[in-house]
């Protein structure tokens, strides 16, 4: 019953994760999708939803077992990530601390991005301030990844690498978000550029928002099928608010901020798992359910007052 109760937390935690963090995402779907053919659309929410839930959030677990545990070899991956062998689970946590590493160090430096250089609604006292000091966002990263880098190095030179790749991976998907930002501009304002293109772009930019959501999913917990299970039901989720809701979520501004500290603690959380500290499995779901619970209280809050008024 216990381990019945965990399990059903860590899906639920899961779902709601990778629908908060994917807002950004839905909201990029919908404005294109607009812009489309009734039939591409279609196309998109139909066959994309293969795309990005099966072949993307079902691949890249299996990439990262792998990756992680390079003497398995690629088919050796795919049987341990769904083994329910105890000696198998058990290697794949000793193995994990470069990659708990690389996936805390990337969410950690996702959080801060947003802290300190993205334009947002401020949502707790001092944000605005941070805002405004955008320049001490790169001394703040380097100095970051240079103290984790150092004390990693004593307990592993591989877990060490796994913090740089973090950052190295956060630096490339944030290069490819920023020209997407600019294509979008172009889509939306173009009218010669076929559907085709547009589901190519959508497509991409789902595989990007995936890596949150992917390596966020660690943080939960090393079982790639409870991953798969939470990750696919909330891009499916996020499909359906694409389709019908997408307006009335972005109302509720706050919602953003929920995602971002949530991000936070995932991704120390994953830091502190990496050097040793056991950290109960139940802490990432409930901080996560806590902390959007409380952004969406606090959007509610604000709706209902200037509704009121």
Known sequence: MVDIFSSALIVAGLIMFEIITSIDNAVINA??????SQRARRWFLTWGIFFSVFL????LPWAIIWGTNPSLGPVGAWSAAF???PAVAEAIAKSSPPL???GGMFLVFLFLHWLFLEPKH???????HIEKQGVWFFVVVSV???VVTWFAIHRSPIMAFGAVMGSTIFFIVHGFRENAAKKEKELLGSSSLGDWSKILYLEVI??????DGVLGAFAFTLAVPLILIGNGIGAIAVRQITISNIERVKRYKYLKNGAMYSILILGCIMVANAFGFHIPEWLSPVATFIIIGYFFWKSRKEL????AA
């Open 31 to 36: 404005e294109v999708l607009h812009t489309m």
């Open 100 to 102: 708990l590493a690389l």
């Open 56 to 59: 993307i959030r079902g691949l």
């Open 206 to 211: 789902d595989a990007s928002f995936s890596i």
């Open 304 to 307: 209902s007052a200037r509704n």
């Open 122 to 128: 401020y949502g707790l006292r001092g944000e605005r």
């Open 144 to 146: 970051t990844l240079a």
């Open 83 to 85: 083994s329910n062998d």
